[in-house]
């Protein structure tokens, strides 16, 4: 018998009130594929860029279908098929990253994709957890940092950068965070020291720290770049937004797409999860949407300052 899920598309090139919700086909799972029944799916700022025209307009890649991770049951398993973490059966609780189409209440995708969830890991941290984190683990791939040095880290209490300031802190490096003071606890919390963004940041951080090893810029503000131009070695600063000034200023950028990154991000999904399901890579999940008010959920996360992930729940 054939399945069906609701999932959430974009018709067309727009902002979030372009989504809509349809019902479609999930296909069965064949040799090297899982069918996930998805209990949350997570809601990251790259969903609406791929619809919103930005990155690509391009009329015959519509409809488009966001959604990057989710985490769920697994309904069926092709034949012969493992899961990428090894082994798998119906009813394990999974988790999948990089895959399409994640706002749907099931979908089908690569078994490579697909890992075992540990139990101590809720459904909706569980489908936050890869997209931030391969980014921030990509981050210091680029630019390492070693114990005792101090480092500057840019939008330190935002999904990205708490997750850098565990890995940091893990390390036994020094991270100075910049961050809202309504968010300084965030930052203490994963082990930053927190610094106020805005003008006179520059002298805030010398004071904190007169020599800054490197910077990560998860924010791609100029205010971000330019400090990180005055304090940090060209040689080590990376940046995940500000691609332009990256290119004009000749530091590090990186993104998903990039072939380099995408084979390390790829790589580094089960030592984040074993992390994870230990307690030691912790990603808060401010909010939860019903799947069905998706636009609601990314009008949200567009908006700023979210105060931590958000999952819809099918």
Not at 1 to 30: D, F, K, N, S, W
Not at 92 to 106: C, T, W
């Amino acid at each position: 018998m054939t399945e069906h899920a609701t999932q959430v598309i974009a018709p067309r090139y727009g902002g979030p009130e372009v989504l809509q919700a349809v019902e479609v086909e999930v296909p069965q799972a064949g040799p090297g594929q899982v069918t996930i029944a998805v209990r949350a799916a997570g809601v990251n700022p790259t969903d609406y860029k791929g619809f919103s025209g930005r990155m690509s307009s391009d009329p015959a890649a519509l409809p488009i279908r966001p959604g990057y991770e989710v985490a769920g049951v697994v309904t069926e398993l092709g034949a012969d098929t493992e899961l990428a973490s090894g082994g798998g059966a119906v009813g394990d609780e999974v988790v999948a990253f990089r895959i399409p189409g994640g706002y749907s209440s099931a979908v089908t995708v690569p078994a490579e994709d697909v890992f075992a969830k540990p139990a101590g890991l809720d459904f909706p941290t569980a489908a936050n957890l890869l997209l931030v984190g391969t980014t921030a683990a990509d981050m210091l791939r680029v630019v390492p940092a070693a114990a005792g040095e101090t480092v500057l880290v840019h939008g330190a209490s935002g999904a990205v950068g708490v997750v850098l300031l565990q890995l940091l802190r893990a390390r036994g490096v020094r991270a100075l965070g910049t961050a809202s003071e309504s968010r300084f606890d965030e930052v203490r919390r994963f082990g930053g020291e927190p610094v106020a963004y805005g003008d006179g940041l520059t002298a805030r951080v010398v004071a904190l720290a007169p020599a800054i090893d490197a910077a990560y810029d998860c924010v791609g503000t100029d205010e971000a770049v330019d400090v990180s131009l005055a304090l940090a070695p060209l040689g080590r600063i990376v940046t995940i937004a500000a691609h332009g000034r990256a290119q004009r200023d000749g530091f590090r950028a990186i993104g998903g797409r990039d072939p380099e990154s995408k084979v390390y991000r790829d790589g580094v999904r089960a030592q984040l999860i074993a992390l994870a399901g230990a307690g030691d890579l912790v990603v808060p999940v401010a909010r939860t949407y019903p799947l069905a008010r998706a636009a609601e959920a990314l009008t949200h996360l567009a908006n700023g300052h979210p105060g931590g992930k958000i999952a819809l729940i099918p």
